[in-house]
């Protein structure tokens, strides 16, 4: 082992191999679901180094999990407990390569924050869009790994449709140069999309092409009070009609996670949400003007009150106004853990399912744990919902973990798959789930996984566990 | 040989084995390029009997390739010469399945045409926007084995794009219930997008699930003079900053090929292409209404008009106007055909690379070929363009193929190669560019085909000698 920390020394210096000291920044998950040890910390800064650190450990037998900013949700970037593992972090290989605005497209590392990729965008004068809460942290190599999804993937998809090109190290320590800013290529197999999502155990991604978008001439936010969760299906489709790729955002929001954010955030000033079980934020991106944005917004809003699928409705009058809703939504995970502990699922099911998903459930978990209490919220327009589970009023939430997290997760679980749906719409797979995702997957996919597996990394170098197990 | 073809009867029914007879509309491609022999064609009903199919020629060692429309154009959906492959046509198999309005989701089986397609989606009140000049006689199933591109790809991607799940028969003839209506789904490798493009080597895709669009209100066609290929590219930006995403498309053509339709059908009335190099077909796909959509055209003009990159310009008028003016890019092919054999290429680099790469292997084949004509036309939008080369006046166009098509290949696609572009943007690799594609593709992303054909079809029962060599 100290023959392998000499050599990913000379590849990286020294002082890119962390060792020693208190490496928890790499070895915990953020949410501190996940911990353990690694062997060492590399700090690769490029993709050389990269490829010849794959390389070293490949010989040495030794496995390698690749990190980004680490905001992952599913235990996918953090070392397993053997102390054997080297963790490779990509953060310092945050280099923006190429501009290029007639091509609309921009190349950028691995490790380049999200939203400082976001900024160099808009100082370019174009929109990057994926958005997400950890933006501040996570890395567009992170990102491309878990194929991230976020609030505006109804407009512009999840990072997979964002990517035209990728450089990868594979496991064999090769470098691919798939950089392409082309959007028309047929002259093969679609390897870029196997990377994405993959979580890195197929290939190390380092640099990628990302596509940018013209800035919107003005983006609105509308509140929209909804009687039920058909009735904000049947709204998503009059907005889908009216500002067809306008419409940006389309979150829903339950009337119990709104009310945890006016219990624990009382500054807050929730709209709407007292008389009705569900309210919609609306975003509407439009190209000509704010003017043509108000107008469109309430065409749609007259049009759906007159129908009946929204009961009042409010449009933001400045930015201020909006950030203050969007901090609304915002809020819940927040509000949610400061009212204890509970069980977070991120499904999807098709969206015309979505109301007898829930109210389907909502009556199995209640009848199963009298008094549960149901914190839904989420990206309706793709028919992801962040699906949590709170304990009864004044129960102790630690000891409903303990009780109910596996029983509830069953059940919620084998509702999704019943309706068609996924147990991890943006999160991914990692090391929470990765023995769940068979029990809901066709047995063919997960044995072509497999293949694709033990294809592409036959050693089982790059983050061994994770995703899929051989 | 007997034994097999008594056992596909078996499974088909006898009238669905044709052994004999004429058998030229499934052995040779559209194009009159490749022709083969096959063991027999079989035209199975449902995906059942596709894999079942499927497991007797794995069994008795006989390779399949499958057909839908057979309107390919790089010789991937005929059998070889040898007179074993069993031709295995999809188009029996053309049922829709489900509509789901409410989750803008189709699903059909692989067989459906895709004109058919289009239709069904219509008369549902919805948009399903595949578009290409095969698209009364190709198949949902071609479409997708081949990521088929067209003249929408700039609003709604390639057909990779449009699906969101697939039912797909595997090489050992298991089936894949992939057709998830989902738009996000976490859950492991995305296997949806290796057999999407892999032109049936790798699995046969039986059903696919499609994306569907509201019908936009109105749809406004232009067309423009732009002084150089510069313009063109100036213009595209300026579109896409005006009309955003109701550009649904951008189509440039060089006064040589409008010269040619006006030629060759001379009841042809071609705007504006006299007095400049180039012309483009925009056109505005409108949410609002036809006032809106001819106030955002209008707007755009004049100010591309003020920026000097377009010289002159019409909107049609009216829906006859705006058919005759698509008419006209359409003909493009069909006059190229009349003026003499000619050599066809499908190439893309970025938008951004387009005016250098024509400039510099206009000249490096005007110096190979004194007095060669540049028929140059394409999808600019997606930086993909038909770059043919068609001989000098009044030469023997059989003996300019003889003499040149090999050089002008080499010429064309080591261009294509210097500016990062692709050899075949949206037709595929087929037979035709097999050996090609390797002189061009990096060699580590060519290891990974192999390794990934080797790992879901190991014994190359599927399409084989297609895409990529083993």
Redesign the interface.
Known sequence: MTDLLKTLKDIVGDAHVLAEGDLTAWEQDWRKRSRGKALAVVRPRTTQEVADVVRACAAAGTSIVPQGGNTGLVGGSVPDESGTQVLLSLTRMNTVRNI??????ITVEAGCVLQSLQDTAQEAGFLFPLSLAAEGSCTIGGNLS??A?GTQ??RY??T??LCLGLEVV?AQG?????L????????????R??F???EGT?GIITAATMKL??L?AATLTAWAAVPSLEDA?KL??LA???????LTGFEVMGQFALSLVAKHFTQMRIPLYKDVPYCVLLENAD??SELHART?FERLLETALEEGCVTDAVVAENLAQAHQLWHIRESIPLAQAEEGLNIKHDI??????IPQYCRETDALLAQEIPGVRMVNFG?LG???LHYNVQAPVGGDAAQFLRDYEERVNTIVYDQVHKH??????????GSI?VDK?PN???P???E??R??????DPRGTLNPGR??RL
């Open positions: 290029d605005p007639a091509n609309l497209t878990t194929n999804g993937v109804l998809g999840n997979r449709d594979t090769e470098i691919w140069e798939g392409s800013g082309l959007r028309k290529d047929n002259t093969g197999y679609d390897l999309d196997l994405i999502g993959s197929l978008y013209p919107p299906v998503l489709g889908q009609k009216h500002l067809a790729s306008s190209s000509e469109q999807s099911v098709a969206v015309s399912r990206h793709d028919g992801n068609g749906g996924s147990i991890s719409a943006e999160h991914g797979v789930k995702v809901y997957k066709s063919v996919a997960v072509m996984m293949a694709v597996k033990r294809a592409l995703v899929v």
